[in-house]
């Protein structure tokens, strides 16, 4: 059975409607709220019951809205009175923007116009700071009394006339070259005035020993440098004032002492020389210090403040060294005064003959005050001149003396005693330079000072002992030679019945008289360069005068040696016959010759060996050698000749070309046992 077509629809639309959605069952929980009976009356009034349910909503809504709507609508009123206002007050605006226009621009233009003014105002009131003094400023030029506004007001007229010069160079030449000519007059009279102050202030510096430069005077002085003329005027008038209560103060030291006596006066130890220069050196390097540090607070006190050290007094940068010479001058002309009164006591002092190492003390001390005080003063001053002139001084009294001293010893060598001893003066000498040398060593050393040459004392002091000790050999040679030929003279009758070889012997013994006394000689010679080199060893400034001494006593130790070598063999014979040993060029052989002939050779060798192989006696020992190192190496190097003697003798007889017929028995002994026998 098919259904109507609307019912059909109706139908479809409530199967396909979803009853689970939100708004469905929103609308469905508020229907039963005032849907109760479900009867088909009801059910029928259905649609006419939801829309006076609307509709009694409405009415309410618009019941509740209605106070609301009252109030926009006394808004509203209140809204377009203010709009009536609004257009009133721009009409009225409107009508005072026409009427007062003028009075606008005008203030605009009066406020540009005071811009500009403002402007000027400014550049005037800079161009019055920078160009114009004030009357305070020109009354502190202009006043006597200087205090810290003259000096500000000199400062300001010296920028003024600084930019005068800037202004120069634009088109304002004419106001530059007024405002420079007015400057240069306040400036001029200012510096003058200052001037005056200055050497006011000065003055008053000679009247105490230790014065107190005042910021006040430092700012004058540093403000003065700006003109040369008047600081060298104002440094002279210091140097002058200074100069002379140095020089009161130099000769009440020496005479009157200090406060009190104390410290007593310095010319109370004139009996003690050293003691007496010291103190005068002392007191000198003591006003020295205060009066540099006095000259330096003064005329540079910049660098016064930053506490310059002695070394850089003399040692300054560049562009400081017209400061430089000024602080110089000044002291020298401060120190000037005490150079002669200083000068003559020390030369008295040095007139007084003082003993040698007094003399070398002085020489170091004044050497040691001259450096220091050309270190702090500087050398081409009259102070520093002085004590380089006394050094020289003291220098050649201490040379005289040792000069003296050398010609006196030369003058009366002593005699050379029996064991050939040194002398007295020797000893004496050395323990002099030794006393010398300790003196040199604890000796203060500036760090200038250049490095002197100590081996001219040590010569000066040494030289003539060593030529006293020369000539007393010499003579001693001499004497020995007169005694010896006596002594030949009354041997000869005595020679009468002895053997070849001990003819051989006392022959050869009795002739070389002048050597044999040659010996004594060099031994003294040696004994003395010993007494000398010995206790100087282990002294660093003497190292080069004690190697020279080793020298001279190898050679006269060489010279001893060979001397007693050709003592020896002339002895035995075998001297004269050496020559033919020794030589190269021969042109017969050996043994064909007479000096070297078998028979003769046989004599000498029977000689030496009777020497070697004898008593103890038989070579020399050089007892009276003190220095038993000395005497052994004597010893064998006398043993090592002769046995080189005898290798070149034997190597001659061996050899074929010589012809020695039986050479064998004439060198019976080959040379290493002439070696062990000697001991070498």
Same mark, same amino acid.
């Given at each position: 059975?098919?259904?109507?077509?609307?019912?059909?629809?109706?139908?479809?639309?409530?199967?396909?409607?979803?009853?689970?959605?939100?708004?469905?069952?929103?609308?469905?929980?508020?229907?039963?709220?005032?849907?109760?009976?479900?009867?088909?009356?009801?059910?029928?009034?259905?649609?006419?019951?939801?829309?006076?349910?609307?509709?009694?909503?409405?009415?309410?809504?618009?019941?509740?809205?209605?106070?609301?709507?009252?109030?926009?609508?006394?808004?509203?009123?209140?809204?377009?009175?203010?709009?009536?206002?609004?257009?009133?007050?721009?009409?009225?605006?409107?009508?005072?923007?026409?009427?007062?226009?003028?009075?606008?621009?005008?203030?605009?233009?009066?406020?540009?116009?005071?811009?500009?003014?403002?402007?000027?105002?400014?550049?005037?009131?800079?161009?019055?700071?920078?160009?114009?003094?004030?009357?305070?400023?020109?009354?502190?030029?202009?006043?006597?009394?200087?205090?810290?506004?003259?000096?500000?007001?000199?400062?300001?007229?010296?920028?003024?006339?600084?930019?005068?010069?800037?202004?120069?160079?634009?088109?304002?030449?004419?106001?530059?070259?007024?405002?420079?000519?007015?400057?240069?007059?306040?400036?001029?009279?200012?510096?003058?005035?200052?001037?005056?102050?200055?050497?006011?202030?000065?003055?008053?510096?000679?009247?105490?020993?230790?014065?107190?430069?005042?910021?006040?005077?430092?700012?004058?002085?540093?403000?003065?440098?700006?003109?040369?003329?008047?600081?060298?005027?104002?440094?002279?008038?210091?140097?002058?004032?200074?100069?002379?209560?140095?020089?009161?103060?130099?000769?009440?030291?020496?005479? @009157? #002492?200090?406060?009190?006596?104390?410290?007593? !006066?310095?010319?109370?130890?004139?009996?003690? *020389?050293?003691?007496? %220069? $010291? =103190?005068?050196?002392?007191?000198?390097?003591?006003?020295?210090?205060?009066?540099?540090?006095?000259?330096?607070?003064?005329?540079?006190?910049?660098?016064?403040?930053?506490?310059?050290?002695?070394?850089?007094?003399?040692?300054?940068?560049?562009?400081?060294?017209?400061?430089?010479?000024?602080?110089?001058?000044?002291?020298?002309?401060?120190?000037?005064?005490?150079?002669?009164?200083?000068?003559?006591?020390?030369?008295?002092?040095?007139?007084?003959?003082?003993?040698?190492?007094?003399?070398?003390?002085?020489?170091?001390?004044?050497?040691?005050?001259?450096?220091?005080?050309?270190?702090?003063?500087?050398?081409?001053?009259?102070?520093?001149?002085?004590?380089?002139?006394?050094?020289?001084?003291?220098?050649?009294?201490?040379?005289?003396?040792?000069?003296? @001293? #050398?010609?006196?010893?030369?003058?009366?060598? !002593?005699?050379?005693?029996?064991?050939?001893? *040194?002398?007295?003066? %020797? $000893? =004496?000498?050395?323990?002099?330079?030794?006393?010398?040398?300790?003196?040199?060593?604890?000796?203060?050393?500036?760090?200038?000072?250049?490095?002197?040459?100590?081996?001219?004392?040590?010569?000066?002091?040494?030289?003539?002992?060593?030529?006293?000790?020369?000539?007393?050999?010499?003579?001693?040679?001499?004497?020995?030679?007169?005694?010896?030929?006596?002594?030949?003279?009354?041997?000869?009758?005595?020679?009468?019945?002895?053997?070849?070889?001990?003819?051989?012997?006392?022959?050869?013994?009795?002739?070389?008289?002048?050597?044999?006394?040659?010996?004594?000689?060099?031994?003294?010679?040696?004994?003395?360069?010993?007494?000398?080199?010995?206790?100087?060893?282990?002294?660093?400034?003497?190292?080069?005068?004690?190697?020279?001494?080793?020298?001279?006593?190898?050679?006269?130790?060489?010279?001893?040696?060979?001397?007693?070598?050709?003592?020896?063999?002339?002895?035995?014979?075998?001297?004269?016959?050496?020559?033919?040993?020794?030589?190269?060029?021969?042109?017969?052989?050996?043994?064909?010759?007479?000096?070297?002939?078998?028979?003769?050779?046989?004599?000498?060798?029977?000689?030496?060996?009777?020497?070697?192989?004898?008593?103890?006696?038989?070579?020399?020992?050089?007892?009276?050698?003190?220095?038993?190192?000395?005497?052994?190496?004597?010893?064998?190097?006398?043993?090592?000749?002769?046995?080189?003697?005898?290798?070149?003798?034997?190597?001659?007889?061996?050899?074929?070309?010589?012809?020695?017929?039986?050479?064998?028995?004439?060198?019976?002994?080959?040379?290493?046992?002439?070696?062990?026998?000697?001991?070498?």
């Amino acid at each position: 059975m098919a259904l109507a077509p609307g019912l059909s629809r109706k139908l479809k639309k409530v199967l396909e409607s979803r009853t689970e959605t939100p708004d469905l069952l929103a609308s469905l929980k508020t229907l039963s709220t005032f849907y109760e009976d479900n009867t088909p009356h009801a059910r029928r009034n259905l649609r006419s019951t939801i829309e006076k349910r609307a509709l009694s909503i409405n009415l309410d809504f618009l019941q509740a809205s209605s106070a609301a709507q009252q109030a926009l609508d006394q808004v509203e009123e209140e809204v377009n009175s203010l709009a009536e206002c609004c257009d009133r007050i721009e009409k009225a605006l409107n009508s005072c923007n026409a009427t007062t226009g003028n009075i606008i621009e005008t203030t605009e233009r009066l406020k540009r116009d005071l811009d500009v003014n403002t402007q000027r105002q400014e550049i005037v009131s800079c161009f019055l700071r920078d160009y114009q003094l004030s009357n305070e400023e020109i009354n502190a030029l202009r006043d006597e009394d200087l205090d810290e506004s003259f000096f500000k007001a000199l400062a300001h007229v010296q920028e003024i006339h600084a930019n005068c010069k800037v202004l120069l160079r634009t088109h304002h030449q004419r106001a530059g070259l007024e405002l420079m000519d007015m400057m240069a007059m306040y400036q001029e009279g200012a510096y003058e005035r200052l001037c005056r102050w200055v050497q006011a202030e000065c003055r008053k510096l000679g009247d105490t020993e230790n014065p107190e430069v005042g910021e006040l005077l430092k700012t004058a002085v540093r403000c003065l440098k700006e003109r040369p003329v008047l600081f060298k005027y104002c440094a002279e008038e210091v140097a002058n004032m200074r100069h002379n209560a140095l020089f009161r103060r130099f000769l009440s030291a020496l005479t @009157r #002492g200090g406060p009190g006596g104390l410290p007593r !006066p310095i010319e109370v130890h004139a009996h003690d *020389p050293l003691r007496y %220069v $010291r =103190d005068m050196l002392g007191w000198l390097h003591q006003a020295l210090a205060s009066e540099r540090e006095l000259v330096l607070g003064l005329l540079d006190p910049d660098v016064g403040d930053t506490g310059l050290t002695a070394s850089q007094f003399s040692k300054r940068q560049n562009g400081s060294g017209k400061t430089d010479s000024d602080l110089t001058f000044v002291l020298d002309r401060i120190f000037e005064g005490v150079c002669r009164p200083f000068k003559v006591r020390v030369e008295q002092v040095l007139q007084s003959q003082p003993s040698l190492i007094i003399s070398y003390k002085l020489s170091n001390t004044l050497e040691f005050y001259s450096y220091t005080i050309s270190d702090l003063l500087g050398r081409e001053t009259a102070l520093c001149n002085t004590l380089w002139v006394l050094k020289e001084a003291a220098q050649k009294t201490y040379f005289d003396i040792l000069k003296s @001293r #050398g010609e006196k010893l030369l003058r009366y060598p !002593p005699l050379v005693t029996a064991d050939l001893s *040194p002398p007295t003066a %020797v $000893r =004496d000498g050395v323990s002099v330079l030794l006393e010398i040398i300790e003196t040199h060593n604890s000796t203060m050393v500036p760090v200038s000072r250049e490095t002197p040459d100590f081996n001219l004392v040590i010569s000066a002091l040494l030289d003539p002992i060593i030529q006293m000790c020369e000539q007393a050999a010499e003579a001693h040679k001499s004497k020995g030679a007169g005694h010896s030929s006596r002594r030949r003279l009354s041997s000869d009758s005595g020679n009468v019945s002895k053997s070849s070889v001990d003819a051989i012997l006392s022959n050869s013994s009795s002739t070389p008289s002048s050597q044999s006394n040659e010996t004594p000689s060099k031994i003294f010679l040696i004994n003395c360069l010993c007494a000398i080199q010995q206790p100087l060893i282990g002294h660093e400034v003497a190292a080069e005068y004690v190697k020279n001494l080793g020298s001279m006593i190898d050679n006269h130790l060489r010279i001893l040696v060979d001397k007693e070598v050709d003592t020896i063999l002339r002895r035995c014979g075998l001297l004269p016959k050496m020559r033919h040993f020794r030589s190269k060029e021969v042109s017969l052989p050996l043994a064909e010759i007479e000096d070297t002939s078998p028979t003769s050779l046989s004599e000498c060798l029977k000689a030496f060996f009777g020497l070697v192989l004898g008593s103890e006696s038989s070579l020399p020992e050089f007892e009276l050698l003190q220095v038993p190192k000395l005497r052994s190496e004597a010893c064998i190097q006398v043993a090592r000749s002769l046995a080189e003697a005898y290798e070149q003798i034997y190597q001659a007889i061996l050899d074929p070309e010589n012809g020695y017929p039986d050479p064998k028995s004439l060198a019976r002994h080959p040379p290493d046992q002439i070696r062990t026998i000697l001991g070498i």
